[in-house]
């Protein structure tokens, strides 16, 4: 078993939908999530980085963290066309000494 | 003015060659990192170094050698290329261990 399972998609979506996208994983000394956006043929960018569960907010974006289910949502408000990319979700324990990844989710947006 | 830069962009080579990705930061980061993207878009973690000493040495055969030679440079050597080799290498930095990378555009090697 991974540590990290994400469905890889393709998500497909028209323009405004609200998107979902979820990991979970099996190691619960996992403290820190991240997510990445990676367009086509570019590196990962940072989106969202958070640290134990809760929910934080950056603009359209909204992270969740669920520690008890192992469990790691990001959901896109009124999803666009250059949202299209693939999301990749990220944790590393306390020690931080690596991040693993999970193997990111195609979202194309309709427009 | 690109954060972190990494060389060349796509390399073709044959089998048996030794072939070298250079990758440099000028964020000021102490460290800095090598992933290995695969087809199906799963990134792994090959190295790590921290202020040019090696911390993270994961499961990689020995023909890949990382090179440090100081905090803002990370180069990775290849020996004998095998087709397998064959995926995106990402080059990448971050402030210290526990903080955010910041990932190059990426090397497409193609081993025939």
């Known amino acids: 078993q991974k540590e990290v399972e994400q469905d890889p998609g393709p998500l497909s979506v028209p323009e405004g939908a609200i998107v979902s996208l979820n990991c979970t994983y099996s190691n619960s000394a996992f403290q820190y999530f991240m997510w990445y956006r990676q367009y086509s043929r570019k590196g990962p960018e940072l989106l969202m980085y958070t640290y134990s569960s809760g929910n934080k907010e950056d603009g359209r974006f909204t992270a969740q963290v669920d520690k008890s289910s192992k469990y790691i949502s990001l959901f896109i408000r009124d999803s666009q066309p250059s949202d299209s990319a693939t999301y990749l979700c990220?944790?590393?324990?306390?020690?931080?000494?690596?991040?693993?990844f999970g193997s990111g989710t195609r979202l194309s947006i309709r427009p | 003015d690109t954060a972190v830069s990494q060389t060349p962009k796509y390399l073709v080579t044959q089998m048996g060659n030794d072939k070298s990705i250079k990758c440099e930061q000028n964020l000021g980061h102490d460290t800095m990192y090598w992933y290995k993207q695969d087809s199906k878009k799963f990134l792994k973690i090959m190295f790590s170094?921290?202020?040019?000493?090696?911390?993270i040495n994961e499961t990689v055969p020995n023909r890949f050698s990382p090179k440090s030679p100081d905090k803002a440079h990370l180069n990775l050597h290849i020996n004998s290329l095998e087709l397998g080799d064959s995926a995106v290498y990402f080059c990448a930095s971050s402030r210290d261990l526990q903080e955010k990378l910041f990932f190059g555009s990426g090397t497409q090697l193609s081993v025939l």
């Open positions: 170094y921290n202020n040019k000493e090696l911390i």
């Open positions: 990220a944790m590393s324990d306390s020690s931080a000494s690596k991040i693993i």
